[in-house]
C-alpha cells in the first residue's frame, strides 16, 4: 500500500512515513509483534507505517499485513526523545 492510500484509510493529515520493520525495531524488542501481525496476515509481509509530525515527539505506528484483502494489524502509540 502506497503512503496516500494509507493516510486515506486512517483520515489523516498528519506526516506519513512507510519503513521495514527493522528500521523500526533495530533491536528486536517487538519481534513478538511483527511475528504476529505475521501470522494474523497468514505470512504476507509486514510493513510499518509511522504518523505523527517529523519534529514531534508524539508518534503512532501502525505495524500492518495483508490477508484476503484485508488490513490486520496493531495501532502503536509512542512517545520519541
Not at 525495531?25 to 505475521?38: C, I, L, T
Not at 504476507?44 to 507505517?49: A, L, R, S, T
Amino acid at each position: 500500500m502506497n503512503i496516500d492510500d494509507f493516510s486515506a484509510l486512517i483520515s489523516t493529515s498528519e506526516s506519513v512515513q512507510k519503513m521495514s520493520t527493522s528500521q523500526w525495531d533495530q533491536r528486536g524488542s517487538y519481534s513478538d509483534v511483527v511475528k504476529a501481525v505475521g501470522e494474523a496476515a497468514e505470512g504476507g509481509p509486514v510493513e510499518v507505517y509511522r504518523v505523527g509530525q517529523e519534529d514531534g515527539v508524539r508518534v503512532i505506528y501502525y505495524v500492518v499485513g495483508y490477508t484476503k484483502g484485508k488490513l490486520v494489524g496493531v495501532k502503536v502509540k509512542a512517545v520519541e526523545s
